[in-house]
Every structure is written in C-alpha cells, then in structure tokens.
C-alpha cells in the first residue's frame, strides 16, 4: 500500500493523514490487531492512560520490527493527573508501560473545568517537550475557552486538539477556530459508531459513484474537510479499507450532503467538554 500522506503541525513536526484507535483492544487479542495494523500500513497509534492498553501498543510496536522512528506513538493524560507534578509523573509512568523513550504526541484528555487545573497538565507537557520526553504536544476536547487559556498562560499552541467528530456532528465551529489557531483537527469515533450514516443517501451514494464502501467514503470525508480520522477496527479486511482511503475524491456536493447530516447537538453521549468530565 501507499505511504500515507502527511500533515506538517505547527512545531515542525509532520504526523499521518489518519492514525489508529486503538480503544478497547487489550491483551493478547489486542496487541494482535495493532500489529496486524502496523503490517496494514498504519504509522500514528492512539492510546491512553484510561484506554489501560500502553503495554499492548508498545509490545505490538516491539513485534513489528519497524524502526522506532518510523511510527508515531501518541497518549493521553487523564483527569485525575491533572496537577502539575501528577501530569509530569503521569507521562512518565505511560513512557513505562509503553517501553518507549519519548511519546510523539501526548494531549490532555479532557480539560475537566471544574477541577481547575488542566492549565497546570499544559505547563507540563510544555516542559516535557522541552525535556525531549514527548514530540509533539496537544489536546483533546478542548473548546475554544480552554484553548484561549492555555495558549495565553503558556504562549504554547497545541499542535493538535482531537475532538469527536463525525458526520452527525462535523463541528464546523471548532474547525474554524482550529484553523484560525493554526491547530490540526484530529477525530475520535470518526464513523459516528451506533450512528454512523453508513446507509444514508448521502453516503450510499457516494460509495457506488466511487465503487467504494460506505465507511472508506467517511473517512474520505474527514480527510477533505483536514480532520485527522483516527478509526479503531480489530478486523484485519477493515483496517486495510479504512486506510485506503486516497485513491478517490469526494465532489464538492458530496462533501456538503454529508456535512448537512450534522444535528445541533449529535454527539455521541452527550460529551460537553464544559461539564462532561472523566478522571
């Protein structure tokens, strides 16, 4: 298969169009289908500490036999490591579960306002980039608040903010106020899981137009619109179409069809990054 092509983020670094989701592929089993994904052609790989699956994704990096430095291995700070000590001890524990010398990228999961401190876990990934523990450094679920605070705090803007993003909900908000920012959209649950528009028109039909599946035309979609999809498949035939996805290209309406399945609110679960919180 054909290199992925690449984004260039805003501190220089370069990072894979779509990466792999590895939530909730755990022992054995699991670290099977990440290096069935590695062999697949996948070079970005998508933990964290709360998906309790480093050591899989580190033993599946180990077994593939592909230089380190040529896939991107990317983490996440949970809520309850918040401080900034506990942020710096929390990264350094994933490095050890993951058997690796340095992350390439490593967010803050969720800003958990009414804690107070996710302010403190930037301040420390600011610090651990300096310190050559992680590459490249972002977020995820950040709004536009969030954003605006630690970028004034620390003068550092997130490479990345990885948000849920999917046709019921494309946030063209959030979008925008990314590429004001100069930050790379990145997508959790790209297909919209439970409801993925698989058998809507506006997908259906692109998927015969291009002799394409209904999910390739999705993620093909996220990849127009610049998000960064991150699809999770522990079936081999899947990972394989779902990075296949840069042989064809969606018209102008066919990307517009799919963004106007968006609702006002279609997020999954209700995921309010102003009052969900996971720790």
């Known amino acids: 298969m054909a290199d992925t092509p ?12 779509i990466g792999f989701g590895t939530y909730p592929l755990r022992g054995e ?25 480093e050591f899989e994704v580190g033993e599946a990096l180990r077994r593939s036999g592909l230089p380190r430095d040529e896939v991107l291995v990317a983490s996440k700070i949970p809520g309850r490591h918040h401080g ?11 490095l050890e579960r993951l058997g690796l010398e340095h992350t390439d990228l490593h967010l803050i999961h969720w800003p958990n306002p009414s804690q107070g401190k996710y302010v403190e876990a ?7 980039q300096k310190d050559g523990l992680v590459r490249s450094i972002g977020v995820s679920n950040f709004t536009e608040e969030h954003l605006g605070r630690i970028i004034d705090d620390t003068g550092v803007t997130p490479a990345v903010n990885q948000v849920e993003l999917h046709p019921r909900f494309p946030q063209d908000r959030m979008r925008e106020v990314h590429e004001r920012l ?19 028109d506006a997908v259906t039909s692109a998927a015969r137009a291009h002799d394409v599946s209904p999910g390739q035309v999705i993620l093909r979609w996220h990849v ?11 079936d081999a035939t899947r990972q394989a179409e779902n990075l296949d996805v840069f042989g064809f290209e969606l018209t102008p309406a066919e990307v517009a069809a799919i963004t ?20």
């Open 6 to 17: 690449t984004y260039a983020l805003n501190d220089g670094t370069t990072i894979p169009a």
């Open 29 to 53: 089993a699991g670290t099977g289908a990440i290096l069935n994904a590695l062999e697949v052609g996948y070079r970005l790989l998508d933990t964290a500490v709360n998906y309790e699956n």
């Open 84 to 94: 900034y000590e506990d942020a710096v001890a929390s990264v350094r524990a994933s």
């Open 122 to 128: 930037w301040r420390a990934l600011v610090q651990l």
């Open 182 to 200: 100069g930050i790379r959209t990145e997508a959790w649950s790209p297909m919209g899981k439970r409801r993925a528009p698989l058998d809507e």
């Open 224 to 234: 127009q619109l610049g998000s960064l999809p991150i699809p999770k498949s522990a």
């Open 260 to 279: 106007a399945l968006g609702e006002d609110d279609g997020r999954l679960f209700g995921g309010d990054p102003d009052t969900h919180e996971e720790m």
